[in-house]
């Protein structure tokens, strides 16, 4: 590990100064990253340290910043949509899960930053370096397809947000295209250090929690309704699709790929341990206030829901799109419109997700790709494959607003298909001594998150039956569903027997020659 950049008078480089190498890049490996990491530097300690120093305000400063990063994919239009979805249908009785979902959520980035911190190197690399050529590629293929499903719901809901606050005056494709900017807004910040981005994402993440409270207030839930529906456990056949899309929403796939590189934006030095162990304290911490905030506001979205809408006609029509003027019809203007803070929490949820997506669309590319491209470059292509299929959505859909809550809540049910593709991989990697040394996770957390994984499936093979038996028809078209069903249980079943039963030896032999051989 290189030593700390200095300045002119040989002292230390400030966090901030030292954070200005850092962002789009993809972190190398660290015996040849240097500079391009944002050090939080403390006190020296020696190679053979295994005890974490005593907690410290001042090092807990230092370090908060990438939850705040991690915790915008909790807080995207598409979380947003299944909020207001499963308060409309529902009411209060799915809350229970969604507590539920995001204390697991908060479990798989835990252990995601884990990985990032034990190892210095992030989940796509990792997984690039330990599975064979083709897996890799299929994993890459799989991640890419979660991450642009996601970026769609993410840039369609900003681009309402911008219908909105615009009375209709802008429509949802120049929504989009004005959306799509914000990659360059992302490029001009990082010129200003690490720090200020995450300064930009906890005014973001404040400004959702002001608007939507204040929306809560208003609406004046029962909080009697609201302490049962976390506390007792409900599902019915009416709310399944719901219960599915907040699963899907809350666990986001290319979150756990993003939270594994973002930690690496601390110099910490994987060999003492003694420092891996206070940066775990402290993102552990960080991790759960923010993941609590996000709660919070995923609370306070289903909430005005539930009152205003639940058993009502409009339940089943209310989506992102149109629930501004049934929330403005419903209950007024008040000190500051309904409508107005409706626009404003979603417009802020849809530009602050879709940054972070393209920041991990280029650390999942350069991951699993290797690819040693300009920021710039990279930043442009991950854009890209969002924005053209979104711009496509936005003039086919045009004013369709119940096609495009229909779409967004597949979508939803699309992210919870992908889930086991980061999970599983995830699972297996820190699960491995060869890799993570003594931060290998033990038995018991072994079988607690290997049970996440296996219930998640088992959700996601009731989607597909329901899908198979509601939507399907016709010989030649059961007959591809069917393949495609039967090819991703198969390549489920063998990332998992690939984790169980092949030796480490094996796993990086098979894996150098795949990528040798294609290189060749």
């Known amino acids: 590990m290189s030593s700390p950049p200095r300045d002119n008078n040989g002292e230390a480089a400030t966090v901030d100064e030292a954070a200005d190498h850092l962002l789009c890049d993809p972190p190398s490996p660290p015996s040849s990253r240097g500079g391009d990491m944002l050090p939080v530097y403390v006190e020296a300690a020696d190679d053979g340290d295994v005890v974490a120093p005593p907690f410290s305000w001042k090092k807990m400063w230092q370090f908060t910043g990438p939850g705040l990063l991690m915790s915008v994919a909790f807080l ?68 890419e397809v979660a991450l642009i499903g996601a970026d769609i719901q993410e ?4 681009a309402i947000a911008i219908r909105i606050l615009s009375h209709g005056v802008l429509p949802l494709w120049a929504g989009v295209l004005i959306t799509a900017c914000d990659c360059f807004f992302f490029l001009f910040l990082e010129n200003y250090g690490v720090r200020k981005i995450e300064a930009v994402f906890a005014v973001f993440i404040s400004m959702m929690a002001l608007a939507f409270a204040w929306m809560f207030v208003d609406t004046k839930p029962s909080g009697k309704e609201l302490v049962l529906g976390l506390l007792i456990p409900k599902l019915s056949s009416k709310t399944i699709q719901q219960a599915v899309g907040i699963v899907g929403c809350v666990i986001t796939p290319y979150n756990v790929f993003l939270h594994s590189a973002l930690v690496q934006s601390r110099n910490i030095n994987p060999k003492k341990i003694g420092r891996v162990k206070e940066a775990l304290k402290y993102y552990s911490i960080e991790s759960s206030v923010a993941l609590l905030v996000s709660f919070a506001i995923n609370l306070f979205v289903t909430s005005v829901f539930a009152v205003g809408f639940y058993g009502s006609k409009h339940a089943n029509s209310v989506g992102l799109a149109n629930a501004g003027e049934y929330l403005q019809e419903k209950y007024g203007g008040g000190l500051f419109p309904i409508y107005y803070l409706w626009g404003i929490g979603l417009l802020v949820a849809g530009q602050s997700s879709t940054i972070t997506g393209t920041y991990a669309g280029q650390f999942i590319m350069g991951g699993f790709l290797d690819l040693q491209l300009k920021k710039w470059l990279r930043s442009l292509i991950s854009r890209s494959c969002a924005i053209v299929p979104t711009v496509i959505v936005a003039l086919v859909f045009k004013r369709s607003e119940a096609t495009l809550d229909a779409l967004n809540e597949w979508l939803n049910v699309l992210q919870s298909m992908q889930i086991p593709f980061s999970l599983i991989p995830l699972f297996t990697l820190v699960s491995k001594e060869q890799i993570m040394g003594v931060f290998k996770i033990g038995p018991a957390l072994e079988r607690v998150v290997w049970t996440v994984t296996a219930l998640v499936m088992v959700i996601n093979g009731y989607v597909l039956l329901d899908f198979f038996r509601s939507k399907i028809n016709g010989f030649m078209l059961s007959f591809l569903v069917c393949t495609a069903i039967a090819a991703y249980t198969a390549f489920i079943l063998y990332l998992i027997s690939f984790g169980v039963a092949r030796p480490y030896s094996w796993f990086r032999l098979t894996r150098s020659e795949g990528y040798e051989h294609a290189k060749n």
């Open 76 to 143: 995207d239009p598409g979380n947003i949509e299944g909020d207001l979805q499963a308060g409309a249908i529902g009411g209060y009785s799915l809350l229970w899960l969604m507590m539920w979902a995001t204390a697991v959520g908060l479990l798989i980035q835990l252990l995601s930053a884990r990985l990032g911190v034990a190892t210095g190197r992030h989940l796509a690399e990792l997984c690039r370096e330990e599975y064979p050529y083709w897996a890799g590629i299929l994993l890459w293929v799989m991640t």
């Open 155 to 158: 840039v369609i809901g900003s």
